[in-house]
């Protein structure tokens, strides 16, 4: 039925947001499905790392297995990094999926630092816990050139965030 990528750092929300919203969408009798990286990455994207090619091919697997939920009618919520506008673009025009950035400015993910990953990446790189290819510290962020939907999580409640999507939601169905 309607196919959304969500993009934006680790920590921005796009978990939080897509649950809440798939709730609501539920109790209105909608069929709906999140695709989750995190998830999808310990399953059939176990093979895949942080690298562009890798990220790219992630979300080119994500959107097929989205695709063939809306076919059945669904709405499917992608929910990962999603960094690349090219892996974006392609979503985009196979599946006319709608972009809906996650937005959150790097100082608070910093300061949520909920999987402690930034504070990993911010370390010398010397030190056994440094992690590198974290999205937005050690590793490119492409900004959406044409996002659908902006919402800004530093601004926004998660209450508020998903009144917005789900209004968006329903202008498309
Ligand atoms: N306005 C907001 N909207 C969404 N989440 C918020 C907001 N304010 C604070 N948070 C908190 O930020 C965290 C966001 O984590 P979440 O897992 O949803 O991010 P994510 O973008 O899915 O990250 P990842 O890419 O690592 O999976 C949660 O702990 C959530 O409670
Ligand atoms: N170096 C890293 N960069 C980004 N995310 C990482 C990294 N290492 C572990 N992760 C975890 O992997 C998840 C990102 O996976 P995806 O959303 O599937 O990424 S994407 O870039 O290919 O879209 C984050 O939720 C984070 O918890």
Redesign the pocket.
């Known amino acids: 039925m309607l196919l959304i990528q969500l993009t ?10 897509a649950n809440m919203v798939k709730t609501r969408l539920l109790d209105e009798g909608i069929p709906t499905i999140i695709i ?3 998830e999808y990455r310990k399953t059939i994207c176990a093979d895949l790392g942080f690298s562009r090619a890798d990220r790219c091919e992630n979300i080119r697997r994500l959107g097929k297995v989205a695709s063939s939920y809306c076919q059945q009618g669904m709405v499917a919520i992608i ?3 999603n960094p690349y506008q090219e892996a974006r673009d392609e979503l985009a025009s196979l599946y006319k999926a709608k972009t809906v950035f ?1 937005h959150c400015p790097l100082r608070v993910l910093i300061e ?1 630092d ?2 402690g ?1 930034y504070r990993r990446a911010l370390l010398d790189a010397s030190h056994p816990e440094y992690i590198t290819n974290l999205t937005g510290v050690n590793d490119p962020y492409e900004d959406p050139s044409h996002a659908d939907l902006i919402l800004n ?2 601004l ?3 209450e ?2 998903t009144a917005f999507f789900l209004d968006f939601i329903k202008k498309h169905l």
């Open positions: 934006g750092l680790s920590g921005a929300g796009k978990s939080t947001i989750d990286g995190d929910a990962a990094i996650i949520r909920t999987k990953l999580t530093s926004s409640s998660p508020e965030a």
